[in-house]
C-alpha cells in the first residue's frame, strides 16, 4: 500500500497540533477520521510515526524524519499552485502571523487592515502571545520577533527599531512623589513583566535600568499598558504605544530610553512562495511607517 498525499497532510496536522482533534478542527474532520487515516499511513510505511501520551501526540524517531520530507512536499505543492494559478497584483488566501501582544495590539491591527483593505480576497490572523513561536510546526506563517533567533531553519529580516519609555499618567504623577532621578522610582509602584515569565532577555527592561522586579506584574502589554493608563503605577512602554493612551505622559525622557528592534522571521523553505514574500514586504514597509507615525506624536 502506497502512502497517500492526502494522509501526509493529515500527519503534518497531527504533528503540528499535536492531538486528533486539533488536528480535526484544522481540517474540517471528525477526529475518529484522523486517526484511521494515522493508522492506515503507519500501516503503509510499516513505522509508529506517533508516541500517545497523557501531554498529546508526539512524534517519534520515524514521525520526525517524516515531518521533514513531508513539509517539504507541502511547500513545493504550495508553489505550483501559486505559480499555475498566476496571481495578479492582488494577495488572496490565509496567512498566520503571530506576534509579541506589544506589536499584536498597537502596530498590526492598523497595518494589517491595510493590507486587507488593498487586498480584499486576503485573510490575516494575528496571534498575539507572549513566548516564541515555532514555525517549523507551522503554528504561524511568519513571526515578529524582538530578538534574532539563532538556530533553526529560519530566515531573518531586520524590520525596524523602536524606542521604550517610562510612563505614567498624569493623575498618578499628580499625585505621587515628585520625580527627579532614578533613584525616586524606588518610592514608586511599577508595572512591568512577571520575572520568572520573560521569555525573552529584550524584554527584562528593569534589570537594565536597575529596578526591583515590578509590584503590578503580568506577560501581557496590554495589561501593563492598562495599568499605567488608570494610574496604578509607573512602568516602561513602547513610545508607539503612548498616543493610545490618553493622559500618559514619559517620564525622566532625557534619563530613561531603551532601544530595540522587531525582527521578522520566516521558515526557510517558504522563500519561493511570492504570495508569502509579497506579504513579508507589505508588513514590513507597514511596520516602519506606523513606528515613524507614532513616534513623531511624542
Given at each position: 500500500m502506497?502512502?497517500?498525499?492526502?494522509?501526509?497532510?493529515?500527519f503534518?496536522?497531527?504533528?503540528r497540533?499535536?492531538s486528533?482533534?486539533a488536528a480535526?478542527?484544522?481540517?474540517?474532520?471528525?477526529?475518529?477520521t484522523?486517526?484511521?487515516?494515522?493508522?492506515?499511513?503507519?500501516?503503509?510505511?510499516?513505522?509508529?510515526?506517533f508516541?500517545?501520551?497523557p501531554?498529546?501526540?508526539?512524534?517519534?524517531?520515524?514521525?520526525?524524519?517524516?515531518?521533514?520530507?513531508?513539509?517539504?512536499?507541502e511547500?513545493?505543492?504550495?508553489?505550483?499552485?501559486e505559480?499555475?494559478?498566476g496571481h495578479?497584483?492582488?494577495l488572496?488566501?490565509?496567512?498566520?502571523?503571530?506576534?509579541p501582544?506589544?506589536?499584536?495590539?498597537?502596530?498590526?491591527?492598523?497595518?494589517?487592515a491595510?493590507?486587507?483593505?488593498?487586498?480584499?480576497?486576503?485573510?490575516?490572523?494575528i496571534?498575539?502571545?507572549?513566548?516564541?513561536f515555532?514555525?517549523?510546526?507551522r503554528?504561524?506563517d511568519?513571526a515578529i520577533?524582538?530578538?534574532?533567533?539563532t538556530?533553526g531553519?529560519?530566515?531573518v529580516?531586520?524590520?525596524?527599531?523602536?524606542?521604550l519609555?517610562l510612563?505614567?499618567?498624569?493623575?498618578?504623577l499628580?499625585s505621587?512623589?515628585?520625580?527627579?532621578?532614578?533613584?525616586?522610582?524606588?518610592?514608586?509602584?511599577?508595572?512591568?513583566?512577571?520575572?520568572?515569565?520573560?521569555?525573552d532577555?529584550?524584554?527584562d527592561?528593569?534589570?537594565?535600568?536597575?529596578?526591583?522586579?515590578?509590584q503590578l506584574?503580568?506577560?501581557?502589554?496590554?495589561?501593563?499598558?492598562?495599568?499605567?493608563?488608570q494610574?496604578?503605577?509607573i512602568?516602561?512602554?513602547?513610545?508607539?504605544?503612548?498616543?493610545?493612551g490618553r493622559g500618559?505622559v514619559?517620564?525622566?525622557?532625557?534619563e530613561i530610553?531603551?532601544?530595540?528592534?522587531f525582527?521578522?522571521?520566516r521558515h526557510?523553505?517558504?522563500?519561493?512562495?511570492d504570495r508569502?514574500?509579497?506579504?513579508a514586504?507589505a508588513?514590513?514597509?507597514?511596520?516602519r511607517?506606523?513606528?515613524?507615525r507614532?513616534?513623531?506624536?511624542q
Open positions: 502506497q502512502p497517500q498525499w492526502d494522509d501526509l497532510k493529515i503534518l496536522a497531527v504533528a497540533h499535536e486528533l482533534s480535526g478542527r484544522v481540517l474540517k474532520i471528525d477526529p475518529a484522523v486517526g484511521r487515516r494515522i493508522a492506515r499511513l503507519e500501516e503503509a510505511l510499516r513505522a509508529p510515526l508516541a500517545k501520551s501531554q498529546g501526540y508526539a512524534l517519534t524517531n520515524e514521525g520526525q524524519r517524516l515531518m521533514v520530507h513531508a513539509a517539504r512536499a511547500q513545493e505543492m504550495t508553489a505550483a499552485f505559480d499555475l494559478s495578479g497584483a492582488q488572496s488566501g490565509q496567512i498566520r502571523l503571530g506576534s501582544d506589544g506589536s499584536a495590539n498597537f502596530l498590526l491591527p492598523q497595518v494589517c491595510q493590507i486587507v483593505e488593498q487586498n480584499p480576497d486576503l485573510e490575516v490572523q496571534v498575539a502571545l507572549p513566548r516564541v515555532n514555525l517549523s510546526r503554528e504561524a511568519m520577533a524582538v530578538s534574532a533567533p538556530a531553519r529560519l530566515t529580516q531586520k524590520v525596524t527599531d523602536y524606542r519609555s510612563v505614567a499618567s498624569r493623575n498618578y499628580r505621587a512623589a515628585p520625580i527627579t532621578s532614578l533613584d525616586d522610582l524606588r518610592h514608586h509602584r511599577i508595572v512591568g513583566y512577571i520575572q520568572d515569565m520573560i521569555f532577555k529584550e524584554l527592561y528593569m534589570a537594565e535600568l536597575g529596578l526591583p522586579p515590578a506584574a503580568s506577560n501581557s502589554v496590554s495589561v501593563q499598558f492598562n495599568w499605567i493608563r494610574g496604578a503605577g512602568g516602561m512602554m513602547h513610545d508607539f504605544s503612548i498616543p493610545f500618559m514619559r517620564v525622566l525622557p532625557d530610553s531603551l532601544s530595540r528592534s525582527y521578522l522571521i526557510v523553505d517558504d522563500r519561493r512562495l508569502l514574500n509579497r506579504f514586504e508588513l514590513a514597509s507597514g511596520m511607517r506606523e513606528v515613524a507614532l513616534e513623531a506624536q
